[in-house]
């Protein structure tokens, strides 16, 4: 469903993801490329983290704290859930300029920044000196990866020249080398080959920009959320932190209103919300992010919130994940997020790679 009155040019807009150069014109950086090099990056990542994990003591943290922001903050909210479903050490992110007072020298400290320049990372990582915990750095250089060397820590130095959203399957593969290397995840290189393989064949036969739009169903949901607020639902436990990629590559890189809404919790508040402003809420898209794994109670919220917001005349789409290991579906799920995102981009006609209003506010920052 597109918004009404918009229909037909929404469709006729829909002609830019099949022509490839209509797409080169909106997207002169070439992010499809990065996007489909998602799969690539990732395995990738135990080579760029394993000079580090050589500097670094194994032994099993209390608790495991990657410090980052936006893009370079994702990767542990992947590892977090994967955590809290099947290890045995708390994972945490902190986006903030002061880790939380509770860290302690038995914990894992990780300063992720791409650019190593994010003074929010940065005034975390002063922080460690008193703490005293053992540390690591992810970034492609800069102040971060400097500061790092001089007091002789250990350095994953990912491949510079992205836009650190796009450099995810490299960071999210380099942090689960260095989180089996402590304990915190298993089997982290078969799983992310694993991964890596379905995410590649699924983006060859479905997603790829090649893959016209009557057989590529991340160009046919871009599509459908042309007009569209997005709402994003996913269970806290199993696919949040997908939802909150979405989330971000939809802000980002189709300049496009999103939000992330979690289950249960979202339950027992949000759903009462659906009334005002009653202009704006039949004009919301939700969608709904669900693991075959889900808890049967969660799965059973789900269903029933499709009949609820298709009532309240919300536009509603659901992906269902698949895959044998919650990694690969993790990661097929960003995948797909990354190239709806891209699609949407082309159809708002909207340069994926600017970042104008990030860019001012960091520049704004610096004065
Ligand atoms: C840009 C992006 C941003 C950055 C964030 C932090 O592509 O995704 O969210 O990741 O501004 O910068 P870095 O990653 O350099 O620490």
């Not at 007091?151 to 960071?171: C, H, T």
Request: with cysteine; glycine share 10%; hydrophobic share 45%.
């Amino acid at each position: 469903m597109t918004p009404k009155g918009k229909g037909g040019a929404a469709r006729s807009r829909s002609g830019v993801l099949d022509s490839a150069a209509r797409r080169a014109r909106i997207d002169p950086e070439d992010m499809a490329a990065k996007i489909a090099g998602f799969p690539e990056q990732l395995r990738a990542g135990a080579a760029i983290a394993d000079s580090a994990v050589r500097g670094i003591d194994p032994t099993r943290p209390r608790a495991f704290v990657l410090a980052g922001m936006g893009g370079s903050a994702i990767a542990g909210d992947l590892l977090r859930v994967l955590a809290d479903r099947e290890g045995v050490v708390p994972v945490h992110v902190v986006r903030h300029y002061d880790p939380p007072a509770w860290i302690a020298p038995e914990d894992f400290l990780l300063f992720s920044s791409y650019s190593g320049e994010t003074e929010e990372t940065l005034n975390a990582f002063r922080s460690l000196k008193r703490i005293g915990c053992r540390a690591a750095v992810l970034a492609s250089g800069g102040t971060l990866a400097a500061q790092a060397r001089k007091e002789g820590l250990p350095v994953a130095l990912l491949p510079g020249g992205l836009p650190p959203r796009a450099a995810l399957g490299y960071s999210f593969g380099a942090l689960a080398h260095i989180a089996h290397h402590l304990g915190v995840l298993s089997d982290a290189d078969r799983r992310l080959e694993e991964a890596a393989k379905a995410v590649e064949e699924k983006a060859a036969t479905a997603l790829l920009p090649g893959v016209l739009q009557s057989r590529n169903p991340a160009k046919r949901i871009a599509i459908r959320l042309i007009g569209h607020p997005i709402m994003l639902v996913a269970n806290h436990r199993t696919l949040e932190p997908v939802a909150w990629r979405w989330k971000g590559q939809f802000n980002e890189n189709s300049k496009h209103l999103a939000w992330v809404s979690s289950l249960p919790e979202m339950n027992h508040n949000e759903v009462d919300g659906f009334v005002n402003p009653g202009a704006v809420i039949g004009r919301i898209a939700a969608v709904l992010l669900r693991d075959p794994e889900d808890h049967p109670r969660v799965a059973r919220r789900f269903d029933w919130l499709t009949g609820y917001l298709k009532k309240r005349n919300l536009h509603v789409e659901t992906v269902m994940l698949e895959g044998d290991d919650p990694m690969s579906r993790i990661l097929a799920g960003v995948s797909l997020g990354d190239f709806v995102s891209y699609y949407l981009a082309l159809l708002n006609g909207a340069d994926p790679s600017a970042l104008p209003g990030v860019t001012a506010l960091k520049r704004a920052l610096q004065k």
